[in-house]
């Protein structure tokens, strides 16, 4: 037998279908993989943000009609009221950020800042987070270093500070 | 250089068992035959099969991951917006009373204060106009048969229910745009929500009144019952029919003018009670020469057959003091039955004897925060009797320090307004989210 020199066994390479599906499967895996992982990665931000904004208004609407009365530092008695911590087991029931954090994944770390202005009058919860630690599936690092906010702001009712 | 992979075999001959096809042969014409064969062989060739499935296929990909993706976005636009539309129908239901008091029967204040929370929520610059002035629509709320019926097609004049309406649509310029749906021609979504708050929730707004009766009020004795009536006739048409209604009166004790009764089947009989109301001295009333002392009748209010009961426990409880804010001690010696004591298992009293005015207004002061403690709320209302024009104000400001909850004051209402402006006390109840579409 005759070994094949470079150019002809290149061009032999080249016609050759075995193994095509193999390759094509290589070829192909990449951006399917990408694609099914950042769609898993954008719905999981989204879902997570959606669940952050619901508890933003479930937390403004206790604290707004004075069933909550009290900030992670405590009871609210000043005009204008605000306190900042991140979700954790240490916050009570009795704590307008115990309600923002309920339901919350615990592998991110969620940082609730809560306000009540007797001014406006108004209540203002924010919760933030960093995407990245959201998005999981997230290959690309599309959503790595930044962050995500839910906000809902209530009119306070009643009187305050109360 | 060989490739191989044992030493002396290469990895390609021409005994190769992949099938060649040569362009020539593919674009060639012959006869059917031929050309036959070459269609069953270009059928047979499995060459290419993943690329071209997943190049069929990737558009139905890309569809399920618009669904994925773009759907959990419009899922969390539509909830801001349903979110920013409730933060505004509730803002705006907070100040409904502000339709009676404007003395015009004007919306602006709810207008404003609905779009004010809209904008805080879902702010222009950023998402376009949600809430026009045009989509905030006063009007009624049936409980019964939870519909809303706008004042312009009513044609009433006494709304208690607010309707926002918040929008993204194309002709607004604010649709909601979508991340992949260009692809499919289909680039943005209208979204569209209503939120409705109102206080005709159909519960119970039980209601006790504490009337001045001392002689120093009496000037003002007929706005009392003007007032005491207005408030009866909210009370029994605007909420629930279990509401009950009862009116204390004060000078330096209290006297039940009228016990806690059912306000919608004791209508009639209580309507004649009001009627009755006078000055001190006389039967159901206080005695005169007493001074005046508001905490008596708080502290009557909360005892165990009033607010006290636990009858009442989680159901909206409110007092209404009526008076001209002055705390006029006497030279008596006050008992528990004065509101002396803070709370009903204190035992250190704010004072017995001697008491001077100062004393008066915190043990009523000490009488709210406790009537508060049990749920309470209470609202203030001025007149001036037969207070000197000069300290009118500071009265005013004094008797306002008794609101407690969801309580308002109101100051000296003229008697031409009397019945629009206490048609606002039923909307001092918080409004609560009654729909939502």
Redesign the interface.
Known sequence: MTPRTGRAGTHGLGRCRRAAASVEFALTVVPLTLLILGGIAATMVFQTLSTMQNNAQYAARMLSTGQIKSLSTGLITTSTATATTTCSGTLTALMAEYYACVGLPSYATFTVTTTQNCTVPNVVVAISVSTGAVAAGDVSGSFVGKTMTARSELMKEGLCPS | ????TRI??????DT?????VSLRELAGSGDVRSRSMRMRRILS???????LL?ALLFPI??G??ML??DG??M??RN??LR?AT??AA??GG?VISSYYTSGTNSSATIVS?AQQ?AV??LPTATYGTVVAASDIVLGNWNAATATFTSLASSGGTSPNAVSVTGRHLSTSNNPVSL?LGNMYANPAVNLTTTAITSYATGQSFHTIIINDLSSSFSPSIAQQRAADQAILDCVRNSTGPLSNFAIVGITGHYAIWQNLVQASTNYAAVTTKIAALRSCDGTGAPACGTGSNVASGIYRATKSDMFGSATFNGTSKNIIIITDGVPNASNFTYTREDGIYPTPSSTTATCTSSCTDANLLAMAQNQATYANSLGV?ISTIYYAGGTPANQRAAYAASLATL?????ISLVAPSSGQISSTFAAFCATM?SKLMAVR
């Open positions: 250089m060989s490739i191989v002396g075999e290469p990895l390609m001959s190769d068992p992949c099938p060649r060739d499995r060459g290419a099969g993943v690329t997943v990909l890309v399920f991951a994925g993706v959990a976005y899922y969390y909830l801001m979110q409730q933060a509730l803002a907070n204060r929370f805080a929520n991340f709320s609101r407690r909850g969801t309580g918080s």
